[in-house]
């Protein structure tokens, strides 16, 4: 009798060790497809932030400012001191120089809803305003049209 226990007691310890090796490979299994998916995922990580750089570098590129780039300035409030009236308008403006935090621009054109700026007298007057003047660069926007375009395409290329 006491046999028979004992072979039934070795047999349990048999399968028990056999469960444990086989859960022990199934872990090892599941730590190497952790480690793969890791490494992959790391590898799409970085392919993302060279994208991503590299797109910041174009935005950068595209928006960065010499002179002859245009602006538009928007609702740029004036007065007219002679009536003591208030009018906004939005300049289109050429940049002439750029520094570090402004813009030495010339004002093109510009456009109105008030009827102080579109009466034709004043026209010249509120461009010549805005003429030789240096303002901060956060208070324009700049044109980013075909020629812009072309022209940092070519950088690129010359890069």
Same mark, same amino acid.
């Given at each position: 009798?006491?046999?028979?226990?004992?072979?039934?007691?070795?047999?349990?310890?048999?399968? +028990?060790?056999?469960?444990? /090796?086989?859960?022990?490979?199934?872990?090892?299994?599941?730590?190497?497809?952790?480690?793969?998916?890791?490494?992959?995922?790391?590898?799409?990580?970085?392919?993302?932030?060279?994208?991503?750089?590299?797109?910041?570098?174009?935005?950068?590129?595209?928006?960065?400012?010499?002179?002859?780039?245009?602006?538009?300035?928007?609702?740029?409030?004036?007065?007219?001191?002679?009536?003591?009236?208030?009018?906004?308008?939005?300049?289109?403006?050429?940049?002439?120089?750029?520094?570090?935090?402004?813009?030495?621009?010339?004002?093109?054109?510009?456009?109105? +809803?008030?009827?102080?700026? #579109?009466?034709?007298?004043?026209?010249?007057?509120?461009?010549?305003?805005?003429?030789?003047?240096? /303002?901060?660069?956060?208070?324009?926007?700049?044109?980013?049209?075909?020629?812009?375009?072309?022209?940092?395409?070519? #950088?690129?290329?010359?890069?």
């Amino acid at each position: 009798m006491s046999i028979i226990i004992i072979f039934i007691l070795s047999l349990i310890s048999i399968s +028990l060790l056999v469960c444990n /090796i086989v859960q022990y490979h199934d872990a090892f299994e599941l730590r190497n497809k952790s480690d793969k998916r890791e490494e992959e995922l790391n590898r799409m990580m970085l392919k993302l932030s060279k994208e991503i750089n590299s797109t910041k570098e174009m935005k950068e590129d595209i928006f960065k400012v010499s002179p002859g780039d245009r602006g538009i300035m928007h609702n740029y409030p004036l007065r007219y001191i002679k009536d003591e009236v208030d009018f906004k308008v939005t300049y289109e403006v050429e940049i002439l120089e750029v520094s570090a935090g402004k813009f030495k621009i010339r004002a093109i054109d510009y456009t109105s +809803l008030d009827n102080v700026a #579109n009466e034709p007298a004043r026209k010249n007057g509120i461009l010549e305003y805005m003429k030789d003047k240096w /303002i901060d660069k956060s208070g324009v926007e700049i044109v980013v049209d075909s020629a812009k375009r072309r022209d940092n395409k070519i #950088n690129q290329i010359v890069d």
